[in-house]
């Protein structure tokens, strides 16, 4: 098992450039996630997918698009990157068969700077 | 909504001591705690967790304490290790379930030889 794995490591784009930070799970995962991390302020939800065809907001998903058309791959879509998404993004997965208490695991993260 | 604090924001150990962080949240609902170490340039990963209807729970060096009248709870590293230097997050469960997390914002654990 690759676990959850996120591509680029690193990206820099320019102010008002698109792109999409790619997530992939190989351990059929129902639930899925999208996390920033700015320093001092831990991890925060962006958007969420509980299956395939189905994605909800978190805590800060303006600016941001999603989309789960497989169980497999929940793709993070920047329509026009901003200074302020200049953050490390992860990607978490877990299986929602006993509840959800199970274990989350998390990819290695994407690096995005904007200038 | 649900807010979590965590402190102290920067730790540092003699090797072989005791470590302890201490995370409180304001949402009653909650009934789940996972806590994460992140080592540097990768991703969280869960290294003990509590829920709501247990006080304590412990794995080897490590335990976690939750209060649940004062919403609080508490990560216990033993005999630490210049290994368990790394950065810990607490979070709380929040949403239909608790199927979602809000995070603490970290303490950087420093483990010194």
């Known amino acids: 098992n690759a676990g959850v794995t996120q591509t680029p490591k690193f990206q820099v784009l320019k102010t008002g450039q698109s792109m999409t930070l790619q997530c992939a799970q190989d351990m059929n995962h129902e639930y899925m996630s999208w996390y920033r991390q700015d320093p001092g302020m831990g991890l925060r939800l962006i958007h969420y997918s509980v299956g395939a065809g189905i994605t909800d907001q978190g805590e800060v998903p303006n600016g941001y698009n999603v989309s789960r058309s497989t169980t497999e791959d929940f793709p993070l879509r920047l329509l026009s990157a901003a200074p302020s998404q200049t953050s490390v993004y992860f990607c978490a997965s877990r299986t929602l068969a006993g509840g959800y208490t199970d274990t989350q695991y998390f990819g290695p993260g994407t690096r995005l700077t904007v200038l | 909504g649900e807010n979590v604090e965590q402190h102290p924001s920067t730790l540092s150990v003699q090797e072989g001591d005791s470590a302890v962080i201490k995370c409180t949240y304001s949402?009653?609902?909650?009934?789940?705690f996972p806590w994460y170490k992140q080592e540097l340039g990768k991703g969280p990963q869960l290294i003990i967790d509590i829920r709501s209807n247990v006080g304590e729970k412990k794995d080897q060096r490590i335990a976690v304490t939750l209060n649940k009248t004062a919403k609080h709870f508490s990560l216990h590293i033993t005999e630490t290790q210049p290994e368990d230097s790394a950065v810990y997050f607490c979070?709380?469960?929040?949403?239909?379930?608790?199927?979602?997390?809000?995070f603490g914002p970290g303490t950087r654990l420093s483990v010194l030889p």
């Open positions: 949402d009653s609902a909650s009934n789940y």
């Open positions: 979070a709380a469960s929040i949403g239909v379930g608790g199927q979602n997390f809000v």
